[in-house]
């Protein structure tokens, strides 16, 4: 199953970010669907997971300012940031079940 992301771009110090997760299939499939990102230079990281049951789990560093949801009638997993930082400029990924990927898409911060 290949996912697709998308919502990323340039955003403004202090924005906010939404971004799309969609799967060709039904994410109900998946008990797990989340988000981790990679900034130039460092590892992946762990952003947010959403299990099927809608259990939600955040990093530290998005914890307070960030919403992960699913919407199993549009296969699509959302996730949404503010306060945004130059630091939070990754390219962010889906992922489903932590073995299934999409391309990821670019987010940058900046003015």
């Known amino acids: 199953a290949q996912l697709v992301e998308s919502g990323g771009g340039l955003v403004q110090p202090g924005g906010l970010l939404s971004l799309f997760c969609t799967a060709p299939v039904s994410i109900s499939s998946f008990y797990f669907m989340g988000w981790y990102r990679q900034a130039p230079g460092k590892q992946r990281e762990l952003v947010a997971t959403?299990?099927?049951?809608?259990?939600?789990n955040y990093a530290d560093f998005v914890k307070g300012r960030s919403t992960i949801s699913r919407d199993s009638t549009n296969n699509t997993v959302y996730l949404q940031m503010n306060s945004l930082s130059p630091e939070d400029t990754a390219v962010y990924y889906c992922?489903?079940?932590?073995?299934?990927w999409g391309q990821g898409t670019q987010v940058t911060v900046s003015s």
């Open positions: 992922t489903a079940n932590f073995l299934t």
């Open positions: 959403i299990s099927r049951g809608g259990i939600t």
